[in-house]
């Protein structure tokens, strides 16, 4: 299941905002090791008192995380309960979430295409070993190494670690549920139950997302417009790179069995190459 850890033993740090029913802190949890004791950074997710009765799918996303590891996989520690505060004690990743870094620095169509990757490989490990997500977005990928983004040097190279799901569907309600269109499948909409294509349709919308700057799709839609948007089959406004463009309706179509496997999604961005005007106005021998 997952390590429970003492409270006496973690400590507090400054908030870092906060997700679907939970308010996020920066902290420390303190090993004793044979006399010596050891603090290791951690982020300190708490579930939100009024939100209490959520506290066994929000445990269920602890003991998702614990359950597999992966180089890509966030690290959950264990959980933490003390009087009525539910804690989920995850490895702190240095460079936060990567929507809000996206909007942030400018980065190299390459620095994009090797997160893409990255996503892509840790969607095809968790599609061989059966299990679904649920959340991929860009605030849901953490940036362990994301450096320089402009230097093509390896060690300033991004690396991702995809976090935990978070409160189930069925937990969270229509209206939030609502709220994460583009991001949610249509047919989890339906049913507020997972299927085995939704990650395909989500890793869609997070390339979109990737690839345009970390703008927020159908920011400026209410909820009734977002319903509309899959009532009408809508697909996301086109990217320029075509090839990139394709790859993303063919994971956003509606009709959950026709999105491609991972195996050929890694194939298809294994395929791009970055285009001309990238590579030539990142070695600057073509003029502004
Ligand atoms: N598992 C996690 C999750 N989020 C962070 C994080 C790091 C950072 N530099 N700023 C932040 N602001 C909000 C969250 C966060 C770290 N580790």
Redesign the pocket.
């Known amino acids: 299941q997952f390590h429970m850890i003492k409270h006496e033993d973690l400590i507090w740090k400054e908030s ?2 906060q997700g679907s029913f939970t308010q ?1 802190y920066r902290g420390g949890k303190v090993d004793r090791q044979d006399g010596e004791t050891h603090t290791t950074d951690v ?1 300190l997710k708490v579930l939100d008192v009024e939100h209490k009765n959520s506290w066994e799918s929000f445990f269920e996303a602890a003991s998702f995380m614990s359950q597999i590891s992966h180089t890509h996989l ?1 690290m959950v520690y264990g959980v933490s309960v003390h009087k009525s505060k539910n804690i989920m004690v ?8 990567l929507d ?1 870094y996206l909007k942030r620095s400018s980065v190299s169509l390459s620095w994009k295409l090797d997160v893409a990757k990255q996503l892509a490989c840790t969607l095809n490990f968790l599609e061989e070993k059966n299990i679904v997500h649920g959340n991929i977005c860009a605030k849901n990928l ?1 940036l362990a190494r994301g450096g320089d983004p402009n230097s093509e040097n390896s060690e300033n190279s991004p690396f991702i ?1 995809l ?1 935990d799901p978070g409160i189930s569907m069925a937990m969270l309600g229509k209206e939030v549920v609502l709220d994460r269109i583009p991001w949610v499948a249509p047919e989890v909409l339906e049913k507020l139950e997972l299927g085995q294509q939704c990650d395909k349709w989500s890793f869609g919308t997070t390339l979109w997302e990737i690839f345009n700057g970390g703008e927020i799709p159908l920011q400026r839609l209410d909820p009734k417009q977002k319903q509309r948007f899959y009532d009408q089959r809508s697909q996301l406004p086109c990217l320029e790179w075509a090839e990139l463009a394709d790859l993303i309706s063919q994971c956003m179509q509606y009709q959950a069995e026709l999105r491609p496997s991972s195996r050929s999604i890694i194939r298809h961005l294994n395929g791009l190459i970055t285009p001309d005007y990238e590579v030539l106005h990142a070695s600057g021998s073509v003029p502004e």
């Open positions: 870092l905002g996020i982020l966030l995850q490895e702190f990743v240095k460079y936060g979430a809000l953490l670690k976090s």
